[in-house]
């Protein structure tokens, strides 16, 4: 506004002076002759000062104009003043973590993510057959089964989440993989208490680092054999979560229900719940050093048609890759009661070098206890890892997070991006007195390429160590067992995530 004001004033300054000096004259007349003279001189009387009427005004029209120009411009100016205080009030922005909108005040945000992981897998050792029962005539048969190779989409998410009012918080995130539409999380939560977090809606349950950390933070392509246990009970529900934080430590307790996943059953439609809880505390928390401890415990009632929390049957399995459709082992649990679980977790980091264990046991009550058997199953892992490049990884809030590189890759630049070995021992164990639920372990081996913020390689190498009671037999049809399996997977993944 300064810059109009200063205008409008140095062209009037200048169209006085033009008015003036270019179209004013004083006029002098000789005494004797009557002659008129331009110049003062002897016997000269001045007669006044004479403008030439048609150039004053048209200058004065001219000068005129300019004004209202200026005046409109001025206007102008400060309509896209306002307009540019307007803008200011929501800022927008495309970096590492998505699409971004925020407020000015920073009451309402909202956050555009996803990720795609592509993966390619090829087995070998994977000739075996399966015993087979004919239900009508009870022939007994060994087809020939083997794991499948190829390529897939294992996830391909987006995600939604934001803020509204500064304390309420949402997020949605849903699954396209397998051609098929599938809700991931889905909830509300309330942050306006700085010793409590309240969440509402389809979220994972308090219990093990291994599943609470996301797909895009794991070390592996594939999560352990202890999630066999997990998986079935301990995952995603719908439920009520309350959530404190505080330097060096995490609680978490919440009330479950069913998964989203609608119940298909309407005679015995009643569902059960669940409670579970995990307790996190580092005594050692830097940049460069760790030092995590954890604790979590589930119990759980199974729906009334004896369906868990995804609303299927209790069935524990064990699928060589998402796409394989090979199970070394697969057992279903019926007539429970209910379910307990303890977890206990370990970690520790110092530099580029992290190791970490977990281990999880599941009591399983059932109906009539004596005739079915309560069991008593449990599973652990163990493993480490080497960042080649020299980059900590990152810890927040009890859990692993993304390895930013130092140096992302670049062949202007120079980086190489972030480089890490990681090695991995698991083992399950789903046979207890006469239930022969089978026995596994194996050992991974992953290689990952961490190529900036988003992008990821990721070459995973397992094989099956140990192997008991497995519904598969060789091709002779002989049972599976100790450490003649000779199985071996390889996967290739290709990441990215926002």
Request: proline fraction near 3%.
């Amino acid at each position: 506004m300064k810059f109009s004001r200063l205008t409008l004033a140095v062209t009037a300054v200048l169209g006085a002076g033009m008015s003036s000096a270019a179209f004013a004259i004083d006029l002098y007349v000789d005494q004797d002759t009557q002659q008129i003279f331009a110049q003062p001189g002897p016997n000269r009387v001045k007669l006044g000062t004479f403008e030439k009427v048609e150039e004053a005004s048209k200058q004065k029209a001219e000068l005129e104009e300019i004004r209202n120009d200026l005046a409109l411009k001025n206007n102008e100016l400060k309509a896209l003043d306002e307009h540019m205080k307007e803008a200011e009030q929501v800022k927008v922005k495309m970096d590492k973590k998505g699409l971004q909108v925020e407020s000015a005040d920073k009451n309402f945000k909202f956050k555009l993510g996803g990720r795609i992981h592509a993966d390619a897998s090829f087995h070998s050792g994977d000739d075996f057959t399966k015993r087979t029962v004919d239900s009508d005539t009870g022939e007994v048969t060994f087809p020939h089964v083997e794991a499948n190779d190829g390529t897939e989409i294992r996830r391909a998410r987006m995600e939604f989440q934001g803020t509204f009012f500064k304390d309420w918080e949402f997020r949605t995130v849903a699954d396209f993989a397998d051609d098929n539409v599938r809700m991931k999380d889905v909830w509300l939560r309330y942050a306006g208490f700085d010793w409590v977090h309240i969440t509402a809606g389809q979220q994972k349950q308090n219990f093990s680092r291994e599943l609470y950390e996301s797909s895009n933070d794991l070390m592996f392509t594939e999560r352990s054999l202890m999630n066999i246990l997990n998986n079935p009970t301990v995952d995603r529900a719908i439920g009520l979560n309350l959530n404190s934080k505080g330097e060096n430590w995490t609680a978490a307790l919440g009330v479950f229900g069913d998964s989203i996943t609608p119940n298909s059953n309407s005679d015995k439609a009643d569902e059960g719940w669940g409670i579970s809880s995990r307790v996190t505390y580092a005594p050692i928390q830097e940049k460069t050093k760790l030092v995590h401890l954890g604790l979590a415990g589930n119990y759980r009632v199974p729906d009334d048609d004896g369906t868990v929390a995804k609303n299927r049957k209790m069935r524990l399995d064990y699928e060589t890759t998402n796409m394989s459709n090979l199970n070394l082992i697969d057992t279903n649990i019926d007539k429970i009661k209910n379910i307990k679980m303890l977890g206990l977790e370990a970690a520790g980091m110092y530099g580029p070098f992290s190791a970490g264990a977990e281990y999880t046991r599941s009591w399983i009550d059932r109906e009539d206890g004596a005739a079915n058997g309560n069991l008593e199953l449990d599973g652990w892992y163990a493993e480490a890892a080497w960042t080649i490049t020299g980059e900590s990884r990152k810890y927040k809030e009890g859990v692993f997070k993304y390895l930013e590189p130092n140096k992302p890759f670049s062949l202007k630049n120079g980086g190489l991006g972030a480089w890490e070995l990681a090695t991995r021992y698991s083992t399950a164990d789903l046979n207890d007195g006469g239930f022969h639920g089978g026995e596994i372990s194996n050992v991974t081996v992953a290689l990952n390429w961490y190529i900036n913020s988003n992008f990821r390689m990721m070459a995973d190498y397992t094989r099956v160590l140990d192997i008991e009671n497995s519904p598969l037999t060789t091709p002779a049809g002989l049972p599976l067992t100790g450490d003649n399996i000779g199985l071996d997977t390889y996967m290739l993944r290709g990441q990215v995530a926002f």
